[in-house]
């Protein structure tokens, strides 16, 4: 039985708010449950503290309207100011390029994803044609014999491409790879990929003045987030709690 200043959360309430924390077990399903529970009466209470109405609801939309005019009336949460986003634009210069953008051209051995033989076939052929290649046999030649995409009438050429518009696991190689012929297949959901890269153009410095209110939205949302778990363990020390831990919770106010 937990409860919160001498208010009760019943086990039923628990049970029927596992279905909107999905974990890997049962036991972490019930810690997210009760913690968002407890959270919430802990928050309702200073509400009605305050004065502020609070209803009976305990989802957590119903803790974010409890968060908003708490954190509104309690904290005082600073803005980020013209220096700190500069500050920050110039020491992280990594995060403020546009795409890089390449050329490339490839083959696909097709796969499924669920089936281990014909991956371990595709990828042996791969290894094959990344040989041929070596040995200096036509690309263009190449994925017209072997490759399942329809770039194979095109030589294997997929053109000029930049962030997102492939599948994560194949974009994370080819931007990272040096120009020329990949050495190794890449494996993608699609199954093995012979890759030679065509060229490759690094993504280039943006203006600060076109990332400045994202760098004021970020540092403010970032403040915002501190502030936030620092209020709610203020009130989490302030209640009487009984029968809940927040030392084995693993939620990201807590941190």
């Known amino acids: 039985m ?25 036991r972490q399903a019930m810690l997210k449950a009760a913690e968002t529970l407890v959270i919430g009466e802990i928050l309702r209470q200073r509400a009605q503290a305050l004065g502020i109405t609070a209803d009976a609801d ?16 309690e904290v005082d949460i600073p803005q980020a100011s013209d220096e700190e986003c500069e500050l920050y634009f110039r020491n ?58 329809p770039s194979k009438e095109t030589g294997g050429s997929l053109g000029q491409l930049s962030a997102g518009q492939t599948v994560p696991e194949f974009e994370r190689q080819v931007f990272r790879a040096d120009k020329g012929l990949m050495p190794s297949p890449i494996e993608s959901r699609y199954g093995y990929h012979i890759v030679e890269v065509v060229h490759h153009i690094d993504g280039q410095p943006l203006p600060y003045e076109h990332v400045r209110e994202r760098i004021r939205d970020y540092l403010n949302e ?31 106010l807590m941190q």
Do not use: W
């Not at 890089?100 to 042996?124: C, F, S, T, Y």
């Open 58 to 73: 305990n989802s957590l939309a119903g803790q974010d309207d409890f968060l908003e005019k708490l954190l509104a009336q």
């Open 222 to 252: 970032k403040v915002r987030m501190k502030a936030t778990a620092q209020y709610i363990q203020s009130l989490i020390q302030e209640t009487r709690l009984e029968g809940f831990d927040f030392s084995v919770s693993e939620s990201p």
């Open 2 to 26: 937990i409860k919160v200043n001498e208010v009760t959360i019943p086990e039923s309430a628990i049970l029927a708010e596992m279905q909107y924390h999905p974990a890997e077990t049962k």
């Open 92 to 149: 992280n210069p990594q995060r403020f390029l546009t795409s890089p953008l390449v050329e490339a051209r490839h083959i696909l051995l097709a796969a499924a994803e669920d089936d281990d033989v014909q991956r371990a076939e595709a990828k042996r052929i791969a290894e094959s044609i990344i040989s041929m290649l070596s040995s200096g046999e036509s690309f263009s030649d190449l994925a017209r014999r072997y490759s399942a995409c």
